[in-house]
């Protein structure tokens, strides 16, 4: 069973930065996405960005290129999300999340999810 496990949410002003972590067990992106989905209050969940096929693609929301960056260890089966020039709209609740290919993640078809970790962005 794909156990995923993220650290690194908290609290930053506007313009500032953090770092997402998300290690992986039992769980392969050789031929697979691995990335983060996040969900603000009222609102749907959105895929933020993943990085699938050991590295070779990676994908990322309009709303968060040129700002956010996913990078991945393959070897530990871990995934970093760094994320710059924070905006109070980027407060959420932030999942690491999986899916079976490219298109399955950018059509939402997530199939593991970790417990989540808080970002809030104050102005």
């Known amino acids: 069973q794909v156990h995923l496990v993220e650290s690194g949410g908290g609290s930053a002003q506007a313009g500032g930065s953090l770092r997402l972590t998300c290690e992986a067990s039992?769980?392969?992106?050789?031929?697979?996405?691995m990335g983060w989905v996040r969900q603000g209050p009222g609102q749907e969940r959105e895929g933020v960005a993943a990085?699938?096929?050991?590295?070779?693609?990676?994908n990322y929301a309009g709303s968060v290129s040129g700002r956010f960056t996913i990078s991945g260890v393959r070897s530990k089966d871990t995934i970093y999300l760094q994320m710059n020039n924070l905006k109070p709209e980027d407060s959420a609740m932030y999942f690491c999340a999986t899916a079976s290919s490219v298109p399955y993640w950018i059509t939402r078809r997530w199939n593991n999810w970790g417990q989540g970790t808080q970002v809030t962005v104050s102005s």
């Open positions: 990085i699938c096929n050991s590295g070779r693609d990676t």
């Open positions: 039992e769980f392969d992106y050789s031929s697979a996405c």
